[in-house]
């Protein structure tokens, strides 16, 4: 598990610890020590924490004027036991929300799985954005991890699944992200 990152072919247009903006901002890394772990194991230092002990995350991306944010995760999602969608939610959601994002994208691949609680936080996400165009997709989760967000039907709140299983983010500038997501969305539709 160290040895995966957070994708960083983007860093030249955006890093989280230099956005005024983000609740990562001013954060410093130790390239040398491994201090952050997940059941034992050890994960590259460049991942943020914000409050789960199993779910870590880097922002990859903001664009406070297009009003959106693309965000990698890696671990466990436990909502059941250590309520981390309220973590994410108010300590990293709700800051980029305050400053006009209405538009989450959310790289799940990292995402070993998924412990549902209820839909309350994510229908509350959902309610702050969707008046201004906004939406929530999580691109690349694995299918059990969908099928745990399903069973819980947080479907009605996040786009995942389907269309958005498969996609290779990685080689689409960040700036063209949004619009291929979207473009997945109105197909998902038809």
Same mark, same amino acid.
């Given at each position: ?5 957070p ?7 955006y890093?989280?610890?230099e ?6 901002y ?12 997940i ?23 903001a664009d406070?004027?297009?009003?959106y ?10 909502d059941?036991?250590?309520n981390?969608? &309220?973590?994410?939610?108010? +300590?990293?959601v +709700? ?11 959310l ?7 998924f ?7 994510y229908?509350?996400?959902y309610? +702050?954005?969707?008046?201004n ?5 999580a ?9 745990? &967000?399903?069973?819980?039907?947080? +479907? ?6 389907d269309?958005?299983?498969d ?12 619009? $291929? ?7 998902? $539709?038809?």
């Amino acid at each position: 598990m160290q040895d995966i990152e957070p994708f960083y072919n983007w860093r030249h247009w955006y890093t989280s610890e230099e956005d005024e903006n983000s609740p990562f901002y001013q954060r410093e890394y130790n390239e040398f020590e491994y201090t952050n772990t997940i059941y034992n194991y050890f994960i590259h230092p460049q991942w943020d924490e914000f409050g789960s002990p199993t779910l870590y995350l880097k922002v990859l991306f903001a664009d406070y004027v297009k009003q959106y944010v693309i965000i990698e995760f890696i671990g466990e999602w436990n909502d059941c036991i250590t309520n981390d969608i &309220m973590f994410l939610k108010r +300590d990293v959601v +709700d800051e980029f929300i305050l400053h006009g994002i209405n538009k989450f994208i959310l790289i799940g691949e990292n995402v070993l799985n998924f412990h549902n609680s209820d839909s309350d936080y994510y229908e509350e996400w959902y309610d +702050d954005i969707k008046d201004n165009n906004g939406w929530i997709v999580a691109l690349n989760l694995r299918e059990h991890v969908v099928a745990e &967000m399903r069973a819980i039907h947080l +479907d009605h709140y996040i786009n995942l699944g389907d269309n958005f299983t498969d996609v290779d983010w990685r080689l689409v500038k960040p700036q063209y992200l949004p619009k $291929l997501v979207e473009s997945l969305m109105v197909k998902a $539709l038809k």
